[in-house]
T-cell receptor, first 115, second 114 residues
């Protein structure tokens, strides 16, 4: 079945530091890949997505590139802010078979940014 | 104007009780989902309905029974609550099961079983 593995947290950074959260996946076919963010006390929000190999998703200064050869979708941001403190989830959506339409999430990475 | 809404936001109850969580979406989506997030933030799908029809039913105890009276609503009823049911439950919706569009999540219902 499909699976997503994220780097373990928590991740603690100072403001303006560079952020990378690693994400690798296992899936058959051509899944779509997503990053979701969950701010404290809130539900998940879509941060960015990529639907095919070599696509780059970007939003709010965050970027991730769909790398089929390494089955990865690492999240990066050049300069984090305190307001980026949240839990980040990598996810994939299957393109067929029994996993069709189902989002599979990674375990989440807690990010804390200090002033 | 809330796209996906859930009630209640917080639910504290005793073991053995029966409770329901309601979810409504005003996006005109065909597909709705229930997820469970445990204390370690791990998120797992429980159910998915498409046009009121059950599509995905993960390994969930049969004490959990989803009900979809129409495609805008997907309620979750839980019988004989157990301590391990304590979690945050998220409802979500998407345009349909076949599109590549993303899922929109509700704010979550925080369930605490004492």
């Amino acid at each position: 079945g499909n699976s997503v593995t994220q780097m373990e947290g928590p991740v603690t950074l100072s403001e303006e530091a560079f952020l990378t959260i690693n994400c690798t996946y296992t899936a058959t076919g051509y899944p779509s890949l997503f990053w979701y963010v969950q701010y404290p006390g809130e539900g998940l929000q879509l941060l960015l997505k990529a639907t095919k190999a070599d696509d780059k998703g970007s939003n709010k200064g965050f970027e991730a590139t769909y790398r089929k050869e390494t089955t990865s979708f690492h999240l990066e941001k050049g300069s984090v802010q305190v307001s980026d403190s949240a839990v980040y989830f990598c996810a994939l959506r299957g393109d067929g078979g029994t996993s069709y339409g189902k989002l599979t999430f990674g375990q989440g990475t807690i990010l804390t940014v200090h002033p | 104007d809330t796209a996906v809404s859930q009630t209640p936001k917080y639910l504290v109850t005793q073991m053995g009780n029966d409770k329901s969580i309601k979810c409504e979406q005003n996006l005109g989506h065909d597909t709705m989902y229930w997820y469970k997030q445990d204390s370690k933030k791990f998120l797992k799908i429980m159910f998915s309905y498409n046009n009121k029809e059950l599509i995905i039913n993960e390994t969930v105890p049969n004490r959990f029974s989803p009900k979809s009276p129409d495609k805008a609503h997907l309620n979750l009823h839980i019988n004989s609550l157990e301590l391990g049911d304590s979690a945050v439950y998220f409802c979500a919706s998407s345009q349909d099961l076949t599109s590549q569009e993303t899922q929109y999540f509700g704010p979550g219902t925080r369930l605490l079983v004492l």
